[in-house]
């Protein structure tokens, strides 16, 4: 189930922005489209992912998990044979809903939900190897399609992506996930009686009305659209700092290799000592690094400032990921995360836009840092109310006694 987890994660890439990100030049050319316009059609979907995905995503609570990952990957497969027919400028925002809503909605959505359920005492362990697929995929598949487009062409190259998605999902939905892997630790060896007890059913609308929501939401909302914003505009950045373009490429491999550390290394930290530990802390380096490249001089800022945010963002889906099921139990994690997976692709959209309005008002990058630095201090502050009232007391005891002394 783990390399369930991996799978769909790693292959959710073909929906991800660092991948379609490829076609844009493409489809520019071949349809004579442009950046505003083509910008445009790829917000809109984005946001009308986001819309649908609570609705879609619950039914992982109802639908058996090889059902729903079949059907997902039927309207995978349907987005990039559709986006590669077509002939004209309309096909493209169509193809981009498909692929959003399937590849970086559903797919990771599908990964989490199934380890956030089916894992209790090695949760955090599971939670983090799964979450591996994302810096996975930002690795080896960006240089491998660009190489496959460059030898055969665009579309042809989406034929491949379909084939590779059809056959290992497929097959491996089909073939290697057995019943006897769809048991949560936490009911082996529990009777049937105390496996048949009802659970009260979690709604939506109540989950957004609960603390826990209006606690998580800020942290969840923050990350894709914080990193999503910054990596849209790298090379900007990286002009109006006066370094060379080489050091991005080299800052985003720091990047994967540091929220891949940190990802191996959140899981066994949660099973020890439970998410909500970590929940007030885990942004602090994603702080201290927009103050690196706020204020740095040197090109080893943009390796400094990838480390740090990766070491957040590694950390922070785990984190966040065991926070939902510590709140809200793993029966209906499925209508819990996708609701917050709404929330996550929803901000992916609103990163891009807020900081372009702020470049296009006539503002430099230092107000861009100084916005997001602003907004991720609110957002550690009010994250600390997550830790439990006699946690507080008594870490006040503590140090009344060590001042005492």
């Given at each position: 189930?783990?390399?369930?987890?991996?799978?769909?994660?790693?292959?959710?890439?073909?929906?991800?922005?660092?991948?379609?990100?490829?076609?844009?030049?493409?489809?520019?050319?071949?349809?004579?489209?442009?950046?505003?316009?083509?910008?445009?059609?790829?917000?809109?979907?984005?946001?009308?992912?986001?819309?649908?995905?609570?609705?879609?995503?619950?039914?992982?609570?109802?639908?058996?998990?090889?059902?729903?990952?079949?059907?997902?990957?039927?309207?995978?497969?349907?987005?990039?044979?559709?986006?590669?027919?077509?002939?004209?400028?309309?096909?493209?925002?169509?193809?981009?809903?498909?692929?959003?809503?399937?590849?970086?909605?559903?797919?990771?959505?599908?990964?989490?939900?199934?380890?956030?359920?089916?894992?209790?005492?090695?949760?955090?362990?599971?939670?983090?190897?799964?979450?591996?697929?994302?810096?996975?995929?930002?690795?080896?598949?960006?240089?491998?399609?660009?190489?496959?487009?460059?030898?055969?062409?665009?579309?042809?190259?989406?034929?491949?992506?379909?084939?590779?998605?059809?056959?290992?999902?497929?097959?491996?939905?089909?073939?290697?996930?057995?019943?006897?892997?769809?048991?949560?630790?936490?009911?082996?060896?529990?009777?049937?009686?105390?496996?048949?007890?009802?659970?009260?059913?979690?709604?939506?609308?109540?989950?957004?009305?609960?603390?826990?929501?209006?606690?998580?939401?800020?942290?969840?909302?923050?990350?894709?659209?914080?990193?999503?914003?910054?990596?849209?505009?790298?090379?900007?950045?990286?002009?109006?700092?006066?370094?060379?373009?080489?050091?991005?490429?080299?800052?985003?491999?720091?990047?994967?290799?540091?929220?891949?550390?940190?990802?191996?290394?959140?899981?066994?930290?949660?099973?020890?000592?439970?998410?909500?530990?970590?929940?007030?802390?885990?942004?602090?380096?994603?702080?201290?690094?927009?103050?690196?490249?706020?204020?740095?001089?040197s090109p080893v800022t943009m390796y400094v400032y990838m480390v740090l945010i990766g070491l957040s963002?590694?950390?922070?889906?785990?984190?966040?990921?065991?926070?939902?099921?510590?709140?809200?139990?793993?029966?209906?994690?499925?209508?819990?995360?996708?609701?917050?997976?709404?929330l996550m692709v929803l901000s992916s959209a609103v990163g891009p836009a807020l900081y372009g309005i702020?470049?296009?008002?006539?503002?430099?990058?230092?107000?861009?840092?100084?916005?997001?630095?602003?907004?991720?201090?609110?957002?550690?502050?009010?994250?600390?109310?997550?830790?439990?009232?006699?946690?507080?007391?008594?870490?006040?005891?503590?140090?009344?006694?060590?001042?005492?002394?």
């Amino acid at each position: 189930m783990v390399f369930f987890g991996i799978m769909m994660t790693a292959l959710s890439s073909f929906g991800q922005t660092f991948l379609l990100a490829l076609y844009i030049p493409f489809l520019i050319e071949e349809f004579a489209l442009s950046n505003g316009l083509i910008s445009t059609f790829y917000g809109v979907a984005t946001i009308a992912s986001a819309a649908m995905l609570p609705k879609v995503g619950k039914l992982i609570d109802t639908i058996s998990l090889k059902k729903f990952t079949l059907v997902t990957t039927f309207l995978f497969l349907v987005a990039l044979v559709f986006f590669s027919f077509a002939q004209s400028w309309w096909y493209i925002p169509i193809a981009f809903l498909g692929l959003r809503l399937a590849g970086q909605g559903l797919y990771s959505h599908i990964a989490i939900t199934t380890m956030s359920r089916y894992f209790v005492e090695n949760r955090g362990k599971a939670i983090s190897l799964a979450s591996l697929g994302h810096p996975l995929g930002q690795a080896v598949l960006p240089a491998i399609i660009l190489l496959v487009i460059t030898q055969i062409g665009w579309r042809e190259s989406l034929w491949i992506n379909a084939s590779l998605v059809a056959v290992i999902v497929t097959g491996y939905t089909l073939f290697v996930v057995k019943p006897k892997h769809l048991v949560s630790e936490s009911m082996e060896g529990i009777s049937d009686a105390q496996k048949d007890k009802k659970t009260v059913k979690v709604r939506q609308r109540d989950i957004m009305k609960s603390k826990a929501f209006l606690l998580l939401a800020p942290n969840i909302f923050f990350i894709p659209f914080a990193i999503t914003g910054l990596f849209f505009y790298q090379f900007p950045i990286v002009e109006f700092k006066g370094w060379s373009v080489g050091v991005i490429a080299a800052g985003l491999t720091a990047y994967a290799i540091s929220s891949t550390v940190s990802i191996l290394t959140a899981g066994p930290l949660i099973d020890k000592y439970r998410a909500r530990t970590f929940f007030p802390f885990y942004l602090i380096p994603f702080l201290m690094g927009i103050f690196v490249i706020w204020f740095g001089q040197s090109p080893v800022t943009m390796y400094v400032y990838m480390v740090l945010i990766g070491l957040s963002t590694g950390f922070g889906n785990a984190t966040i990921a065991a926070l939902q099921v510590e709140f809200f139990g793993q029966k209906y994690i499925g209508t819990v995360r996708s609701l917050f997976t709404s929330l996550m692709v929803l901000s992916s959209a609103v990163g891009p836009a807020l900081y372009g309005i702020l470049l296009d008002t006539g503002f430099s990058f230092d107000v861009v840092f100084g916005v997001t630095a602003l907004i991720l201090v609110l957002i550690i502050l009010q994250s600390f109310r997550s830790i439990p009232k006699y946690s507080r007391a008594k870490w006040k005891y503590k140090l009344r006694k060590r001042r005492g002394k």
